[in-house]
């Protein structure tokens, strides 16, 4: 098969530890199929799907139907994650060896939209980790420190009366946990970074040559909490749109590669329970389709990365973080490729009801961006061509 990859830049696929793909349970607003055809648009090869689905991903029955309806639909590897506890932020560790041995072979673990807060179980949770040889990936929320369902801090938010969850609640977590990580020999993965703090944590952890590594989301590389001014409930996300200098830390630290990585936190929502009022919506917001559009602009645009950091950021410290030894790397000759082309220059509009995805959540509607994937290939096969799936 021959591509056209004229004045365009060639990347290895990349590899998401962060997606939310509602099946089982939310079929509604996404399925594996439909997220796994929004990733391959965005680029991906490999996604990590989160366990909180319902029923929750915290059983090999579970998180192997997830990795077997991936290979079904083939556009894209889906990983399942499963849970750290029963039920997500229950009072049991899940049996993370049996998920680990099944079909699809978790590999990371995680109650994300719930800390794991009680100290015990996290440092449980870390070294039983470290014996099986996989990663726990902790949404730092500490809940005792977030007001209700209210998801949002920063002085907008504050005179908005829409004051929740302050950088403490993150910090505080991602402080105790690199501590619980360095004292059980564990390695510790941050889910979703958002404030200028953890970066210095962040910072200060490797400094102690503690395994601890971190993520950063599109929409907290790009907005900050001026968008809550509409009181818009798309812009409703955990953690919270945070303040133009987290912006800009979160930024120097992806750059300066003391935040790892890029991760989406793709997180499709029903139209009923995004236009509700503020306080009653759900966090989060979809992410895939448009993650390369913004890390170019927000990265590459101001010279903070090039397009081999762009390939380290997206695929290949994504890939050594999890252990995925057949994504994130150059090819040898004769292998098959995963692979995406970026045309730097394809100006697009995003529009809502045109993703892929079922829900149409997107905080960017009608913003317009230079970059756009219009290529991508798994293990050698077309799966998106000219900006089109190949089903
Ligand atoms: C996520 C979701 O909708 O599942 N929401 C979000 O705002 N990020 C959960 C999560 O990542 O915490
Ligand atoms: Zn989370
Ligand atoms: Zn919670
Ligand atoms: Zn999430």
Known sequence: EVVEAGGQVLL?????????????????????????????????????????????????????????RGQEVGLVDVHPVGAVTVGLAGKQLAEMATMASGVGKVKMFSDDGHCVD???????????????????????????????????????????GLAGWPRAAEESIVARD??????????????HASTAGTVELMKWARGQGISITAEVTPHHLLLDDSRLETYDAVNKV???????????????????????????????HAEQDKCCEFSAARPGMLGLETALAIVAQTMVEP???DWRGVAKVMSERPAEIVGLTDQGRP???????????????????????????????TPFEAMTFAARVTTTLLRGRVTVRDGQVQR
């Open 12 to 68: 290895p696929g990349f590899v998401d530890l962060h997606t939310h793909l509602r099946e089982p349970g939310r079929e509604d607003t996404e399925t594996i199929e439909s997220g796994s055809a929004a990733a391959a648009l965005g680029g991906y090869t490999a996604v990590f799907a989160m366990a909180n689905t319902s029923p929750v991903a915290d059983s090999v029955v579970i998180t192997d139907h997830v990795w077997r």
């Open 118 to 160: 009680d100290p015990l179980i996290m440092r449980r949770a870390l070294e039983y980790s470290s014996s099986l040889g996989v990663l726990i990936a902790q949404h730092a929320e500490e809940p005792r420190l977030t007001v209700g369902a209210v998801a949002h801090e920063g002085p907008t938010a504050a005179r908005l």
């Open 178 to 191: 690199a501590l619980l990580a360095r004292d059980a020999g564990a390695r510790v993965h941050i889910c």
């Open 238 to 268: 955990n953690p919270p749109l945070r303040e133009r200098s987290d912006v800009e830390a979160l930024r120097k630290g992806l750059a300066e590669g003391v935040i790892d990585c890029v991760a989406t936190d793709h997180a499709p």
């Open 303 to 305: 010279g903070l990365l």
């Open 331 to 361: 090819i040898a000759v004769g292998e098959p490729a995963n692979l995406t082309l970026v045309d730097p220059q394809r100006e697009w509009t995003v529009r809502g009801p045109e993703l892929a995805s079922i829900a149409a959540n």
